[in-house]
Structures are given as C-alpha cells and as structure tokens.
C-alpha cells in the first residue's frame, strides 16, 4: 500500500512536469497535499476506505475547491485552468497507485455512481509474505524514485531552459 510520503512525492512530481519551466512551487506543493488527501477517510471518516475519496467524482471537485481555495487571487486567473487540472491528475493519481498495491481490495473508481471497486492488472506493490520492508524498497523503487528524479529533472533541466530563455531575449 502506497504511504502518504509517496502519494504526497508523486503529486508534487506531476505538477512540477505539468507546468511552463519553471515550475511554480506553490501549485507543487498544493497539488502534493491533494494527492495525499484521499486517504482521510482511512483516518475514521463515515466511508469505507478507498471509496468515495478516491473517486473519479472527488478528484473532478477537490480540483475544484483547492484551485477556488488556494488560487483565487487576481495574479491567478489566467492560470486557473491549468492549476485545476494538475490538482486533479494529483487527486486521480491516488486512486490510481492504490490500484496498483497487491493487498488492494479494489477501489471504487466510479463512486457514489457505483460501489463497484476495480483493481489494476499490474500490482507490484506489496509483498505476499507481508514483510514490510521488502514492501516499502518495492514502493521506492516503482514509484518514489521516479518521481523524485522526474520532479528534479522539471526543477533542474526545465529551470534551466526558462534562464536560458530569459537571457537570450
């Protein structure tokens, strides 16, 4: 199962390469927090996990509210569009790596449309024998470590080439 550092890691990633070089760090770190943030109905929320939260239709409007929330002002506006949809690739990201978890018993994609709950052909993370540090290097390796060298590489490499740019105009 995905940790909160590994969904928070690739939402950050997600909206560091989803945006013109350079990334803007408040849009990273938001889109961050949305992809970690389903996993609150695992903290006592009135719904069973991996439901409604991890839903198509609660990525579609937690876009929605945190771009209102959080990129409201005017310095915004011609952006909004764009912030809305990579704060919900980082909501549907969620879903989509606990798809991907062996000890998954499906995720209700479609949810509060349909309680049926759908799990990815590829599962790589999880260990059968439930050892967890065979699980988390799983994870590390599938999933963390991409992400942290994508997120690097649109900070870097697409940093460099908006200087780049900047300087021979």
Known sequence: ????????????????????????????????????????????????????????????????????????SAEWREHRARVAVILGLAFLSHGLLDGLSAYSYGVEYFAPFSPHRFRLWWTPL?????????????????VLLPAVVIAWLAFRVRGRQRRANTAAA
């Open 126 to 142: 999880g260990d059968p024998e439930g050892r967890l540090t065979k699980q988390f290097l799983q994870e590390a390796l599938v």
């Open 1 to 72: 199962m995905p940790t909160p550092l590994t969904h928070a890691t690739v939402g950050f990633a997600i909206a560091a390469w989803a945006q013109q070089p350079p990334p803007m760090r408040r849009v990273c770190l938001v889109a961050a927090a949305c992809a970690a943030l389903p996993d609150i109905d695992y903290l006592g929320w009135p719904v069973a996990h991996r439901s409604i939260t991890h839903s198509i239709a609660f990525a579609l409007a937690g876009a929605l509210v945190a771009t209102a929330i959080f990129f409201r």
